[in-house]
């Protein structure tokens, strides 16, 4: 897997990896099962690390950053509102002509299925305009 944004001589997959045992709690495990989830839905897909400490996800162009906050790990699609979501997985950020969101709260469970499709469909889209 490619990497970019490296900090302190650690790869953005490693501050992620970090970022996942230093929260140590169900917001750790949630970053860990969403990036798995990316992963398996976009093989290709380079982890970096931007804005001082927020994980983010690209092929051809930015695909969604991972948030986490106290009472939430937010996934957040660059080009959300131009994305196909029929499971209504965006729950966040719906006011916006491009961002969309999902936050995940303790205990939710992660429709994996739907969240691969918006992961392909957000890279579809990528590739489509980097066509352009």
């Not at 937010?74 to 969309?100: I, M, Q, V, Y």
């Amino acid at each position: 897997m490619q990497t970019g944004g490296a900090q302190d001589g650690k790869s953005p997959s490693e501050l992620i990896d970090g970022r996942i045992k230093e929260l140590g709690d169900w917001r750790g495990e949630t970053l860990a099962r969403l990036r798995a989830v990316i992963k398996e839905a976009a093989p290709d897909v380079i982890e970096t690390w931007k804005w001082r400490g927020v994980p983010v996800w690209e092929d051809a162009g930015m695909i969604c950053t991972g948030e986490t906050y106290k009472a939430v790990v937010k996934l957040t699609f660059a080009k959300g509102a131009a994305l196909p979501d029929p499971a209504k997985l965006f729950n966040s950020s719906l006011e916006g002509n491009t961002r969309r969101a999902i936050d995940f709260r303790e205990g939710e469970e992660i429709d994996e299925e739907a969240l691969k499709g918006l992961v392909r469909a957000a890279v579809a889209l990528n590739k489509l305009k980097a066509k352009r």
